[in-house]
């Protein structure tokens, strides 16, 4: 095996030959594999486990395989980060990320148990790309995807809140932005809550669907250079290895050609950015002014608004969120893209899926945690502005309506509105 001489700071060099072309291929440039911590532990866990299966079917000498699962404890612990060099998004559908973590598990067995640990022969045995790349793909989202379910939880429980606190203070409602009927503050944003709640559940139960994996599934979901319940030991290891309940794809051809279930991630995740975002820009409008506006809502004052009139107040929060949301959403087109880009038994684009995905549960755990924090529970719904405007509201025109005819009560209206017109002369 050829090491890179290069000094890092502990003086060793860990990766070889694929790990420094890739450098030199595709740069160091963006989102590097050592950027994201918790792949570089999941990758490692899934080298761990097959090396201990392999062991246990005789497939690798135990000395051997204990090497290869000590190396891998330490990466997963946090250690040899600075070797994982290579940009996460690469060609090759991952392979040379897989070597990666090879050489760099092969070099660090070898220094472990001094003897001659090959990453091909051994680190890699019973496996491909194909099957470890996804594997490891699907344990980090669904780690990360722990962020933004908790943030998003969080904020339902927000406007819970603040949907009790206001709970009998009622507000003009608006269709079409112009007047329509009462409802209670407490309505508004328990409706809130409720659409929260409802795409918290829906990303969980997108990301659940990743606990099945395609471990074993070595070539195009053949199992080819696997020995016979090689594909079960893993599966149970990394169950152990992760607190959750994996199983086997029952399909391994479908799990290697069809990656709809990172669409479903994205998508959930989209849905979750733009309810958010309409909330925010519901926010927003209602505190336009404060006074050449609507004005009923103030939001906490975080920051100057302006660096030319002094006192203005901008709504930055629910911008904030509003531009997360357009960001998480083409990032949720680009897996949709790279989804449908699979060709045949494989799909190669996995690399721009998982930097997408990461992006997705970044922002939306950065928006959902910053309008919680800095929007949501310190709003006010201001009293005067709201009884101000509550008597233009459509109320008892429904209820006329509904006794004497929609005809008639327009009249009615009409001559309402004359009159008060002809009081504000």
Not at 63 to 89: K, N, R
Not at 209 to 222: F, N, R, S
Not at 295 to 322: C, D, R, Y
Request: charged share 20%.
């Amino acid at each position: 095996m050829t090491v890179l001489q290069t000094e890092t700071s502990d003086g060793h060099i860990l990766y070889g030959k694929q790990s420094r072309l890739a450098v030199e291929n595709f740069g160091a440039a963006g989102r590097r594999v050592a950027d994201v911590p918790v792949f570089v532990r999941n990758y490692a866990l899934v080298k761990a486990a097959a090396a201990r299966s392999n062991a246990a079917l005789g497939a690798l000498a135990p000395e051997v395989a204990e090497a290869i699962e000590a190396a891998c404890s330490e990466i997963a612990a946090g250690l040899h980060g600075s070797q994982f060099p290579t940009a996460l998004v690469l060609g090759g559908g991952g392979t040379t990320t897989n070597m990666n973590f090879n050489e760099v598990i092969a070099a660090r067995a070898t220094q472990i148990a001094d003897l001659p640990v090959h990453p091909n022969d051994h680190v890699n045995a019973s496996q491909s790309t194909n099957d470890t790349y996804p594997t490891a793909m699907a344990l980090t989202i669904r780690d990360l995807a722990e962020h933004p379910l908790q943030a998003l939880t969080a904020l339902a429980a927000a406007l819970e809140s603040k949907a009790a606190e206001y709970d009998s203070t009622h507000r003009l409602g608006r269709t079409c932005l112009q007047d329509a009927v009462v409802l209670s503050v407490g309505q508004t944003h328990r409706s809130h809550a409720t659409a929260i709640r409802r795409v918290t559940e829906g990303l969980r139960a997108a990301t659940a669907e990743l606990d099945t994996i395609a471990i074993g599934a070595t070539v195009l979901g053949t199992g080819i250079g696997a020995p016979e319940g090689y594909r079960e030991l893993c599966v149970r290891d990394l169950s152990e290895a992760t607190g959750r309940q994996l199983t086997g794809s029952d399909d391994l051809v479908d799990a290697l050609s069809h990656l709809d279930p990172y669409a479903a991630v994205a998508s959930a995740g989209a849905r979750a950015a733009i309810t958010m975002a309409k909330i925010a820009a519901d926010l927003r409008f209602l505190s336009s002014g404060p006074t050449g506006g609507i004005g009923e809502v103030t939001l906490p004052a975080t920051q100057a608004g302006s660096s030319i009139m002094p006192g203005k107040i901008n709504p930055v929060i629910p911008e904030f969120v509003m531009q997360l949301s357009y960001r998480i959403r083409g990032a949720a087109h680009t897996v949709e893209c790279a989804v449908a880009a699979g060709e045949l038994e494989l799909n190669i684009m996995e690399p721009v899926i998982v930097d997408s995905l990461l992006n997705i549960l970044e922002d939306l755990t950065a928006s959902a945690e910053t309008f919680t924090r800095k929007c949501i529970t310190g709003l006010a719904w201001d009293g005067p502005r709201l009884n101000s405007n509550l008597a233009a509201g459509f109320d008892q025109w429904v209820t006329m309506a509904a006794e004497q005819g929609y005809d008639a009560t327009t009249l009615e209206v009409t001559k309402a509105r004359a009159a008060t017109a002809e009081a504000t002369r």
